[in-house]
């Protein structure tokens, strides 16, 4: 099994920066994607970043420019560093991470932006 242990959320106000962190434990050999997503009451849930084992990444359209995805192997760690925080970006943010052929996820952090 593999256990992720998110961190970071909390309130801040717009324009502010937040980081989240997921550190992976357990039974891991290799580590594939890491990613983040995020749920908004009354909304789906939608990727917000992913990097890969090589670290390409890939971005949601509305945190381009605003949101970083990092990962360090060496701690089994996905970060996300995000900046400019916009009202919109409240929700529970929860870490995702593929194991060989297995999905795990966080227990989900939330992040409030309001002023």
């Known amino acids: 099994q593999v256990q992720l242990v998110e961190s970071g959320g909390g309130l801040v106000q717009p324009g502010g920066s937040l980081r989240l962190s997921c550190a992976a434990s357990?039974?891991?050999?290799?580590?594939?994607?890491m990613g983040w997503y995020r749920q908004a009451p009354g909304n789906e849930r939608e990727l917000v970043a992913r990097?890969?084992?090589?670290?390409?990444?890939d971005y949601a359209d509305s945190v381009k420019g605003r949101f970083t995805i990092s990962r360090d192997n060496a701690k089994n760690t996905v970060y996300l560093q995000m900046t400019s925080l916009k009202l919109g970006d409240t929700a529970a943010y929860y870490c995702?991470?593929?194991?060989?052929?297995?999905?795990?996820w966080g227990q989900g952090t939330q992040v409030t932006v309001s002023s």
């Open positions: 357990g039974r891991i050999f290799s580590i594939n994607n």
């Open positions: 995702n991470v593929q194991v060989g052929v297995r999905t795990y």
């Open positions: 990097i890969t084992s090589g670290g390409s990444t």
